[in-house]
T-cell receptor
Framework: DGGITQSPKYLFRKEGQNVTLSCEQN?????MYWYRQDPGQGLRLIYY???????QKGDIAEGYSVSREKKESFPLTVTSAQKNPTAFYLC??????????FGQGTRLTVV | SQKIEQNSEALNIQEGKTATLTCNYT??????LQWYRQDPGRGPVFLLL???NEKEKRKERLKVTFDTTLKQSLFHITASQPADSATYLC??????????????WGLGTSLAVNP
């Protein structure tokens, strides 16, 4: 069953905590992306990676960190430096000249 | 910088009619333009892709047009059904040097098809 898997679906974070969102794919795609979606603001790019061991900041990278140690995995850490982390987070992959495939998303809430 | 605009107001239509959604862009000539569907609480799902040298693309009840002179894409759903109710997103896609792709997204248009 090919695809992209995000976990967990719901995540609660206390003030000052770091949390890590998982994104795994078995589509053999080189490119992976993390987006944040807030109501009325559309998809905003946090980080993206075109190849293993390399990644670039997107438009709103402050307060986030990523790693790309394996082709299949692109975890996102929301650090305590991110002042407004409550949002819907989406991971996506894309092959060369193909459309983007999205995971089901992780809804992060600060409690 | 590149900018994409989609109908900001929700579109309400009657079942069986054709829904037409608009995507306008500025400041760039994309290699591809893509349309996605997003249901509440879920990730977007790809629908259609149209290349810069294509005028029109069809898939079942869906049709996309691409006018690079007007910098506009139209997305049509014919014989609409209540199940078509969702938010529809357009995205510009440009393959840069070294295959460095970076999709640029519109905010989406909410479509409601009334029975």
């Amino acid at each position: 069953d090919g695809g992209i898997t995000q976990s967990p679906k719901y995540l609660f974070r206390k003030e000052g905590q770091n949390v890590t969102l998982s994104c795994e794919q078995n589509l053999n795609h080189d490119a992976m992306y993390w987006y944040r979606q807030d109501p009325g603001q559309g998809l905003r790019l946090i980080y993206y990676s075109q190849i293993v061991n390399d990644f670039q900041k997107g438009d709103i990278a402050e307060g986030y960190s990523v790693s790309r140690e394996k082709k299949e995995s692109f975890p996102l850490t929301v650090t305590s430096a991110q002042k407004n982390p409550t949002a819907f987070y989406l991971c996506a992959t894309a092959g060369l000249n193909t459309e983007a495939f999205f995971g089901q998303g992780t809804r992060l809430t600060v409690v | 910088s590149q900018k994409i605009e989609q109908n900001s107001e929700a579109l309400n239509i009657q079942e069986g009619k054709t829904a037409t959604l608009t995507c306008n862009y500025t400041n760039y000539s994309p290699a591809y333009l893509q349309w996605y569907r997003q249901d509440p609480g879920r990730g977007p799902v790809f629908l259609l892709l149209i290349r810069e040298n294509e005028k029109e693309k069809r898939k079942e009840r869906l049709k996309v047009t691409f006018d690079t002179t007007l910098k506009q894409s139209l997305f049509h759903i014919t014989a609409s059904q209540p199940a078509d109710s969702a938010t529809y997103l357009c995205a510009l896609d440009r393959v840069r040097a070294g295959n460095n792709r970076k999709l640029i997204w519109g905010l989406g248009t909410s479509l409601a098809v009334n029975p």
